[in-house]
């Protein structure tokens, strides 16, 4: 069963830092892509950033390029976002979600499985 969980999140000034992790367990996680995604309510869910397996590749959104770095920790499953410079445009609920294959796209049917989500709040 694979599983997925986020933490990191919470309030943060305009101008701000936070770091989300995503502990993934079930699957060989140096195997797969991994990405992360966001939502708010009533909007759909806006690709944040990507990674393949082995590090090799990263992609990001043009709202956040610049100031957020997608990472992974092979030995340790475990998923990164560094985001730095937070705009309150950036307010949504984060999810990391694991890709089908070792590669990634930005849309939604490249990833198969999906955390429950960390709630990221930027004050102005």
């Known amino acids: 069963q694979v599983r997925l969980v986020e933490s990191g999140g919470g309030l943060v000034q305009t101008g701000g830092s936070l770091r989300l992790s995503c502990a993934a367990s079930g699957v060989t996680f140096s195997d797969y892509g991994m990405g992360w995604f966001r939502q708010n309510p009533g909007k759909e869910r806006e690709f944040v950033a990507g990674?393949?397996?082995?590090?090799?590749?990263?992609n990001y959104a043009d709202t956040v390029k610049g100031r957020f770095t997608i990472s992974r920790d092979n030995a340790k499953n475990t998923l990164y976002l560094q985001m730095n410079s937070l705009k309150p445009e950036d307010t949504a609920l984060y999810f990391c979600?694991?890709?089908?294959?070792?590669?990634?796209?930005?849309?939604?049917?490249?990833?198969?499985?999906w955390g429950q989500g960390t709630q990221v709040t930027v004050s102005s």
């Open positions: 979600a694991k890709a089908r294959w070792s590669w990634f796209t930005n849309a939604d049917s490249t990833f198969d499985y």
């Open positions: 990674i393949s397996n082995a590090i090799s590749n990263t």
